[in-house]
């Protein structure tokens, strides 16, 4: 089991940036795969961003691709994702997830555990 505690969320300006954290409890943070998703309002939701266990391997949407970073530091236990040059569009509610496998993948439905999100407001 893990837990996962979202932070660093808030109101930004387009083109502005913001870093996300993801703190997960347990002694076994190393052993999953991590990911962001994110939810607009009225939207399914989406996934942004993955990164290996070992912080080797990264996976993006092509809609973040260029602009956002996932990063991991396993011996702080948490997850970052680092936005630049947001877009109104950005505006969701972001979620960390974990997944108790080696693959890293985009599927929502292929990880077991999730935090409770953190909005994200890009304002025009």
């Known amino acids: 089991q893990v837990q996962l505690v979202e932070s660093g969320g808030g109101l930004v300006q387009a083109g502005g940036s913001l870093r996300l954290s993801c703190a997960a409890s347990?002694?076994?943070?190393?052993?999953?795969?991590m990911g962001w998703f994110r939810q607009a309002p009225g939207k399914e939701r989406e996934f942004v961003a993955a990164i290996s266990r070992t912080g080797r391997n990264t996976y993006y949407a092509y809609s973040v691709k260029g602009r956002f970073t996932i990063s991991r530091d396993n011996a702080k236990n948490t997850v970052y994702l680092q936005m630049n040059s947001l877009k109104p569009e950005d505006t969701a509610v972001y979620y960390c997830?974990?997944?108790?496998?080696?693959?890293?993948?985009?599927?929502?439905?292929?990880?077991?555990?999730w935090g409770q999100g953190t909005q994200v407001t890009v304002s025009s």
């Open positions: 347990g002694r076994t943070f190393s052993s999953y795969v």
């Open positions: 997830a974990a997944r108790a496998t080696s693959l890293v993948v985009p599927t929502i439905g292929e990880y077991d555990y």
